[in-house]
């Protein structure tokens, strides 16, 4: 399975704080450190982690090579990434006592790509390949739609949630992956109870596969005809960013290998459980050896 991954390439600026700052506060941090992260890098970094072959499609500043470097070091094909002149995207992220974290995103060469950048960069792609989508590149709306009519296989983590995701054609996707936050916000309604959210998945995503995680609940995999749910590993949470990231990496690469979707639930699960016991975005991101080893 090849797997085509638009996805943004962030410099992360990452802040340990004693708590979020508040409105007009001026507070000290106690460590910082600068990563390679965005939802795109860190998703591609995770599914060449876990085996599998992952082609990253996204833009960077020219200046900074050394991103690039580090996703191919991964195992990521870099041949679609290009360095641009706008600046790199970035994140500035506190990380607070409580494992809490709030982001600010500036979305600088991921937001430069027009619907033609898109298809010209998937012209090798072939019916059955697979396009994983998040949402902090620009024209995500035109890639699902070029991608649904080149028979390709859409897999969307719409995050962050932003309002464009009411122009999305979310029918067209195969695999939709979402926090119960996001879910919330999807079906704009909160489900009190899990039958409900089944239900209501179900009702809302009839064709599609939509995988939720929930935290220290696990996770679950609702289609039409299965409810999966598995565990959460208990562990002593640092800092969660990246680990939803993580966690779709590892599940798509089983998925691809053709692991049963409870094992795919599980690899993902096992994978981010290591992630959040690290600080950092893709330098969070375990090996398959450790994972194959918990
Ligand atoms: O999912 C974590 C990522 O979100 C961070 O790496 C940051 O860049 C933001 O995009």
């Known amino acids: 399975m090849k797997i ?57 500043n020219k200046s900074d090579q050394w991103a690039i470097e580090q996703l191919s070091q991964a195992g990521v094909n870099c041949d679609l990434v290009e360095g641009v ?10 990380v607070d006592q409580q494992a809490e974290n709030c982001i600010v995103l500036f979305g600088g060469a991921n937001q430069s790509f027009d619907p033609d950048d898109i ?30 009519a080149a028979q390709l296989k859409i897999v969307l983590n719409p995050s962050p949630m932003l309002s464009n995701i009411d122009d999305f054609p979310l029918h067209k996707v195969s695999l939709l992956v979402v926090n119960e936050l996001e879910l919330q916000q999807l079906l704009q309604r909160k489900c009190d109870t899990k039958e409900k959210m089944v239900e209501q998945v179900r009702k809302a995503f009839p064709d599609t596969d939509v995988v939720v995680t929930l935290g220290a609940q696990g996770a679950m995999w609702i289609n039409a005809d299965e409810q999966i749910q598995v565990d959460a590993y208990v562990v002593e949470v640092v800092d969660t960013t990246a680990a939803g990231d993580t966690f779709l990496g590892f599940l798509l690469a089983a998925i691809g290998r053709g692991e049963s979707k409870k094992a795919a639930l599980i690899a993902g699960c096992k994978a981010s459980s290591l992630a959040v016991q690290r600080l950092g975005a893709s330098s969070s991101i375990p090996t398959a050896d450790q994972v194959a080893a918990l």
């Open 4 to 60: 085509y991954n638009y996805g943004a390439i962030n410099i992360d600026h990452i802040y340990q704080v004693p708590h979020l700052v508040k409105p007009g506060e001026t507070l000290s941090s106690s460590s910082y450190q600068q990563v390679l992260g965005g939802k795109g890098a860190n998703q591609s970094i995770a599914l060449a982690k876990a085996g599998a072959q992952v082609l990253h499609i996204g833009r960077c």
């Open 85 to 94: 002149d706008q600046p790199s995207g970035h994140a500035i992220i506190q």
């Open 119 to 148: 298809s010209t960069a998937l012209k090798s792609a072939v019916a059955g390949d697979w396009l994983l989508l998040q949402n902090e590149c620009s024209n995500i709306a035109d890639a699902v739609n070029f991608a649904a």
